[in-house]
């Protein structure tokens, strides 16, 4: 485990399986870094943040990381952990 200062965000709808299925996976990825994903609601960010369910909201789920795109559709996990060890 390292001491990362990496942020890592999944995009996600309810209902969204494939959206169930990337969290998962990224408690498992992020648990060696030390990380606690967080998750957005597109749908409910919407009230706030309409560009954000614009921008992503027909390619979820999407990994964020540092607040940047890192991944959709799948995680990227061979990338990730890469990038979370920087």
């Known amino acids: 485990m390292s001491d990362s200062t990496h942020s890592v965000t999944l995009l996600t709808r309810n209902g969204c ?9 990224l408690r498992v990825i992020c648990a060696d870094y030390g ?6 609601d597109v ?3 919407a009230a706030t943040d309409p560009a954000l369910r614009a921008e992503f909201g027909d390619r979820l789920p999407v990994v964020l990381l ?21």
């Open 43 to 45: 749908d409910e960010a």
């Open 17 to 25: 399986g494939m959206c169930d299925v990337a969290l998962e996976q």
């Open 66 to 86: 540092d607040g940047r795109e890192h991944s959709y559709l799948d995680v990227d996990e061979p990338r990730l952990r890469a990038d979370l060890s920087r």
């Open 35 to 40: 990380i606690a994903p967080s998750t957005v």
